[in-house]
């Protein structure tokens, strides 16, 4: 008979996402999580089976927090342009107030395994992916309704808005001010018209 675990399973996981995202995959010891979780090494191995698959769990985790106020927006009766100025705003916010600079876990994660780790790899590659096609969507209904040029495709301009994102996630970790990245904000919105 199965015993019944005496904490939360998602609370856990946001403690484990915390920490991986603050030190990285591999300078997480098994130890650091058994302290940080409050869990001992048998219900840790129990729940997620390893560290690598706790470290998948709290990758998808993130996804789904990262992923919520920009799908609350698309979901808005807003101007294309607008929904996507506020994406880049928020997320400059976002990086800006966290006084630790951890980056993003999804870049931090494509930065320190993605090229070792084929599970990571192709989490890291659908999100690209999806949030490339996202853009794409609301570039091609901006281009519709005339809020932006028609020079380059939706799917081109997409692919430049998502390195955009990637590259502020990166400098973000160093101490880049907020008018700097409001210039790259201003020039990557300049890019569609």
Known sequence: MARKKNFDEQEVLDKALQLFWRKGYHATSIQDLVDELGIN??????????????YLAALKRYR???????????????????IIE???KHLVNDMIADADRKGCFVVNSTTELATMDKEVRAMV????????????????EGQASGQFSS????ESLAR????????IRVVCKTQISNRELQEVIDITLSALD
């Open 64 to 82: 789904q927090y990262a992923s919520s106020w920009f799908l609350e927006e698309i979901r808005s009766e807003k101007p294309a342009r607008q």
């Open 125 to 140: 590659e659908e999100n690209r992916r999806t949030v490339e096609q996202v853009l794409a969507e609301l570039i091609k």
């Open 151 to 154: 020079a380059h495709s939706p």
């Open 86 to 88: 506020n994406f880049l």
């Open 41 to 54: 090494r048998a219900s840790m191995y129990d729940t997620w089976g390893d560290k690598h698959r706790l």
């Open 160 to 167: 430049f808005i998502f390195s955009v994102i990637s590259g």
